[in-house]
């Protein structure tokens, strides 16, 4: 770990809860700081979410990146990760806002009903999950 130092972990929490917030765009960390490992990330990412509960934010999920292994040589990673969703990130479809005309989507499914539920349409599927954006 390179960037072990606490001080410049916390910066790059703060600069990346500003670029949350939509307020800017910023070059990658990764580029700033070459030798900042997914450790490092996961810790920055830590921070993050502690300035944002320290704001209000309230999470309500989770969203998996990089599934797909075909695309990780393409952005030079080795592995999924994930980050949180945020009641402040999250839309539902039917009162769309300018942001939820961006990438990327994220579908939050309804719990699952157990076999003898009432739940369960007529044909006996299940229900479709509710589709959400999430900025």
């Known amino acids: 770990m390179a960037l072990a130092v606490t001080d410049t972990l916390n910066d790059i929490a703060q600069e990346a809860s500003v670029v949350f917030e939509g307020r800017c765009s910023l070059p990658s960390f990764s580029a700033r700081y070459p030798s900042f490992a997914v450790d490092e990330a996961y810790r920055v990412s830590a921070l993050a ?7 209000g934010y309230r999470p309500v999920g989770r969203k998996a990146g990089f599934t797909n292994r075909r695309i990780w ?3 030079g990673v ?7 969703v945020y009641d402040r990130s999250l839309h539902d479809l039917a009162t769309p806002t300018a942001a939820c005309t961006i990438s990327p989507r994220l579908y939050r499914l309804r719990p699952t009903p157990n ?3 009432s739940r369960k349409s007529s044909s006996g599927f299940l229900p479709r999950p509710r589709r959400v954006w999430m900025t």
């Open 49 to 55: 979410h502690e300035m944002r509960l320290g704001k």
């Open 73 to 75: 040589d393409e952005y």
């Open 78 to 84: 080795h592995a999924p990760n994930w980050g949180y």
């Open 115 to 117: 076999r003898r539920s």
